[in-house]
């Protein structure tokens, strides 16, 4: 299975809501970062957080990364219809060449107006 | 400006063909990527490159072969095209390995 993986597949939530999802992996990380892809449209770097790191803000999303549980979670507060998108957690490992993150399959979020 | 610029952003073309898809960017970055992202989204990395050499092969069939000119172009060119091909397809660049990546808008490869 992926290295990352996210839970849950889809998310259907009102607007002002929030919206939670997670991602486990299986090795050690270097770095944990979330992603998030709008329809038809290539990836957008959200937030990176280091493996010694445990919590991490910006802006109305909040990162959590729990390395003896191997896993972290996205949470986006008081949802708009603009973050009606999918969301991937990468996870990048430590590697003597070649390192490369490896992509979860994504949380597919619809925010209804 | 656009940061990362992949070209074409469709491509329909029939088994058997050759075709190429070209990248640039323009972030100064050090290194390149491909990624094939499949009917269910899932993302998979078949090529990394830093500063114009390859460092990620990931067991991509060779019919697959990327170029790089120079640091700030990656291009992909696909020999003899099967049905399993379509698919989009992301070109990214970061400063240095494991740093975020910036995305292409992606190429829709679909083969009739």
């Known amino acids: 299975s992926q290295q990352g993986e996210e839970d849950p597949q889809a998310l259907s939530i009102q607007e002002g809501e929030n919206a939670t999802m997670n991602c486990s992996y299986k090795?050690?990380?270097?770095?944990l970062q979330w992603y998030r892809q709008n329809s038809g449209r290539g990836l957008v770097h959200l937030i990176l957080?280091?493996?010694?790191?445990r919590e991490k803000h910006s802006g109305r999303l909040r990162v959590t990364l729990d390395t003896s549980k191997k896993s972290s979670s996205l949470l986006i507060t008081a949802s708009r219809a603009a973050d009606t998108a999918s969301y991937f957690c990468?996870?990048?490992?430590?590697?003597?060449?070649?390192?490369?993150?490896?992509f979860g399959g994504g949380t597919r979020v619809l925010v209804k107006p | 400006d656009t940061a990362v610029s992949q070209t074409p952003k469709y491509l329909v073309t029939q088994m058997g063909n050759d075709k190429s898809i070209k990248c640039e960017q323009n972030?100064?970055?050090?290194?390149m990527y491909w990624y094939k992202q499949d009917s269910k989204k899932f993302l998979k990395i078949m090529f990394s490159?830093?500063?114009?050499?390859?460092?990620i092969n990931e067991t991509v069939p060779n019919r697959f072969s990327p170029k790089s000119p120079d640091k700030a172009h990656l291009n992909l060119h696909i020999n003899s095209l099967e049905l399993g091909d379509s698919a989009v397809y992301f070109c990214?660049?970061?400063?240095?390995?494991?740093?975020?990546?910036?995305f292409g808008d992606g190429t829709r490869l679909s083969i009739l």
């Open positions: 957080i280091r493996s010694n790191e």
């Open positions: 990468a996870t990048a490992k430590i590697k003597a060449a070649g390192n490369k993150l490896t």
């Open positions: 490159y830093n500063n114009k050499e390859l460092i």
């Open positions: 090795t050690s990380i270097n770095n």
């Open positions: 972030l100064g970055h050090d290194t």
């Open positions: 990214a660049s970061s400063y240095k390995e494991n740093q975020p990546q910036h």
